[in-house]
């Protein structure tokens, strides 16, 4: 069964770089169908999609997000990673990632970061 | 960019009453819609996708219809554990560019 953890920091300085990352259990991030992704969640807000990368490291971003976000894949260790720069209380969400192709739901339990001095 | 639109924003419903929610798309998802419950500190749950197709160990209370840009998850009699937030999602195009609806909440009444 397809399994998704989310790990990183939970605390973030405002203008510094937010790196999450991503371990994917139970199937292979190599797959040639399947793109991968992280969506976020400000507190009571809703749902974002911040983007996705294939495991080429082919990638494409949320326009809103486009200048900050990279992302990039480890196909050797079966990770993807989110880095988002220049960070402000804005950003304070819940970072979900996620196996955005196919059959959706498979998602990770979520990492809270806050963005605070 | 597919805007989606939820309503109601907020439900107020008893134990045992049928739910009707409703999702928009501002153009055609085809049949990639998807339905999430969340409750407070969870992640989202998958529900419904392909509009109709319960996930798995989803109950039979729950269902979705709906095809183009109109939609509905249905709930037909409201127990306790549904009071929840939903949200409504499509994922109709590549490359996979999600969107989700604002989310209806579903609260005792």
């Known amino acids: 069964q397809l399994q998704l953890q989310e790990s990183g920091p939970g605390l973030v300085k405002p203008s510094e770089t937010l790196s999450l990352t991503c371990t994917v259990s139970?199937?292979?991030?190599?797959?040639?169908?399947?793109?991968w992704g992280w969506i976020r969640q400000p507190p009571g807000k809703g749902l974002e999609l911040i983007g996705g990368?294939?495991?080429?490291?082919?990638?494409y971003y949320n326009p809103s997000l486009n200048s900050r976000v990279t992302m990039s894949v480890d196909t050797s260790k079966n990770q993807f990673s989110l880095k988002l720069s220049s960070v402000t209380a804005a950003d304070t969400a819940v970072y979900y990632c996620a196996r955005i192709t196919g059959t959706p739901g498979h998602w990770g339990q979520g990492t809270l970061v806050t963005v605070s001095s | 960019e597919i805007v989606m639109t939820q309503s109601p924003a907020t439900l107020s419903a008893s134990p045992g009453e049928r739910a009707t929610l409703s999702c928009r798309a501002s153009q055609s998802v085809s049949s990639n819609l998807a339905w999430y419950q969340q409750k407070p500190g969870q992640a989202p749950r998958l529900l419904i996708y392909g509009v109709s197709t319960r996930a798995t160990g989803i109950s039979a209370r729950f269902s979705g219809s709906g095809s183009g840009t109109e939609f509905t998850l249905t709930i037909s009699s409201l127990q306790s554990e549904d009071f929840a937030i939903y949200y409504c999602q499509q994922y109709n195009y590549w490359p996979p560019m999600w969107t989700f609806g604002q989310g209806t909440k579903v609260e005792i009444k």
């Open positions: 990368i294939y495991y080429s490291g082919s990638t």
């Open positions: 139970g199937g292979s991030i190599s797959s040639s169908t399947d793109y």
